[in-house]
């Protein structure tokens, strides 16, 4: 069966820091990965998606990056942190266009 | 653009009452719509889809959702919650067959025992 893992599930980082969060799933090939940040109230917001290694399609203009080394790796990056960058961090994947997407268990990031 | 509206944002229900949580959605097109939802300290799970056929959808635990074309509408039910159902409900479609799914802001249910 097919799993999702991200890593750290929190971290705390000063303003002006760098950042890396890191997504893998098993048990599946050549999955679409995607990043979002869930906000209280506000739903969730793609941040980036990427259909192959080394193809990312960014949603919103921001001070993250994402880049997708391997098949089922996917990292959100970031060379440094401004404090709305807080939030809670998602990663998912799904078998292809228009299906179902599966999530992990997020990363709490706080920015101080 | 697709546009995803979810009209409660908070609800509050007593054990046995009977749910309907709304979603519309603005895309003119061919739509797959999906519910989630996301218990308190857990990941966020499929709970329904609909990609075709029969509008009326089951889901896990009992809920299920009617997708309503002309209404552009895919609101969920429960015909009877349970504390367990305490929870935040998104609903999402994906428009076009793209690569992107276009999520509510959210429902948060609090059922009370």
């Known amino acids: 069966s097919q799993t999702i893992h991200q890593w750290p599930a929190t971290l705390v980082q000063p303003v002006g820091s760098p950042l890396s969060l890191e997504c893998t799933v098993e048990?599946?090939?050549?999955?679409?990965l995607y990043w979002y940040r869930q906000a209280a109230g506000r739903g969730l917001q793609l941040l980036f998606y990427s259909v192959g290694i080394g193809q990312i399609s960014s949603e919103v203009p921001q001070n993250l990056s994402a880049s997708r080394p391997q098949d089922r790796q996917f990292i959100l990056s970031s060379k440094k942190l401004l404090l709305s960058d807080s939030g809670f961090y998602l990663c998912?994947?799904?078998?292809?266009?228009?299906?179902?997407?599966?999530f992990g268990p997020g990363t709490r990031l706080t920015v101080t | 653009a697709q546009s995803v509206s979810q009209h409660n944002h908070h609800v509050i229900l007593s054990e046995a009452a009977s749910l309907e949580l709304g979603c519309n959605y603005s895309?003119?097109?061919?739509?797959?719509l999906f519910w989630y939802v996301q218990y308190p300290g857990q990941h966020l799970q499929l709970l329904l889809k609909y990609f075709s056929g029969d509008p009326l959808v089951k889901g896990i635990k009992g809920f299920e959702a009617e997708f309503i074309k002309s209404k552009f509408s895919f609101n969920l039910r429960k015909p009877s919650v349970q504390w367990s159902d305490t929870a935040e409900y998104f609903c999402?479609?994906?428009?076009?067959?793209?690569?992107?799914?276009?999520f509510g802001t959210g429902t948060l249910l609090a059922v009370q025992p």
């Open positions: 999402a479609v994906n428009g076009g067959a793209t690569n992107k799914l276009i």
């Open positions: 895309y003119g097109g061919t739509v797959n």
């Open positions: 048990g599946t090939s050549n999955p679409n």
């Open positions: 998912a994947w799904s078998s292809g266009s228009g299906y179902e997407q599966y």
